[in-house]
């Protein structure tokens, strides 16, 4: 079984508006949760972690999301988007072993003016 | 600066043509990874090494194979590419598991013919 789903491949926001970029997790997973971006031909790199304590989590560039245990979800919220905003962003979690690291499928997020 | 450099960024190939992908890091990490990335699948890993001269599978180690001779640097080596393994490969590093936040190389596009 998948430990993280990311529900819509493709969001189209405008500039200003919410962006809300969902993900869920198994309950298998151990509770460490991450969101990557991938900017146009370049590697990922970490947008914001969730480890233990604080439910919402802060990350770079104004972006958050909010630690969810009844839900099992980890959504990625940013109050408004900016043309910059436009990536591939993937949601991420470890094996129970912390071993290996699976990634949803990925969200394409488009910013249109 | 701290990264993870791969070679070639680029690579064209036909089948059967044996090719290694260099990874290295300048960072000290104890764990590095391989992943593919395919359209729709978001990234899948290949080879993970906890540390020198220790190597496990990921999830689709099918025809690669690696190594860990040294801290620094994780070949991932195509003994007989096939078309099936055309696809975008990242090498990744983190301080010592994948609950670390994981660092990224720019990627290699990789086409078999």
């Known amino acids: 079984a998948q430990s993280v789903t990311q529900l819509g491949s493709h969001v189209s926001v405008s500039e200003g508006a919410l962006v809300l970029l969902r993900c869920n997790y198994s309950?298998?997973?151990?509770?460490?949760l991450f969101w990557y971006v991938q900017y146009p031909n370049q590697g990922l790199q970490l947008l914001l972690k969730?480890?233990?304590?604080?439910?919402l989590v802060k990350g770079i560039n104004g972006f958050e999301a909010e630690f969810k245990k009844s839900e099992t979800s980890f959504h990625l919220t940013k109050p408004s988007a900016h043309m910059s905003d436009a990536a591939e962003y993937f949601c991420?979690?470890?094996?129970?072993?912390?071993?290996?690291?699976?990634f949803g499928s990925g969200t394409q997020l488009t910013v249109l003016p | 600066e701290a990264q993870v450099t791969q070679n070639p960024r680029y690579l064209i190939t036909v089948t059967g043509k044996k090719l290694t992908v260099t990874c290295s890091q300048n960072?000290?990490?104890?764990?590095m990874s391989w992943y593919r990335q395919d359209p729709g699948l978001g990234l899948r890993q290949i080879y993970y090494?906890?540390?020198?001269?220790?190597?496990d599978k990921g999830d689709v180690p099918e025809g690669y194979k690696v190594s860990r001779k040294e801290k620094r640097n994780f070949p991932l080596i195509l003994e007989s590419p096939s078309p099936n393994q055309t696809s975008l490969y990242f090498c990744a590093s983190s301080l010592s598991t994948s609950l670390n936040e994981q660092y990224f190389g720019p990627g290699t596009r990789l086409t078999v013919t």
């Open positions: 090494s906890m540390n020198v001269e220790v190597t």
């Open positions: 960072m000290n990490h104890e764990y």
């Open positions: 969730y480890t233990t304590g604080a439910t």
């Open positions: 991420a979690a470890p094996t129970g072993s912390a071993r290996q690291l699976t």
């Open positions: 309950s298998s997973v151990p509770p460490y």
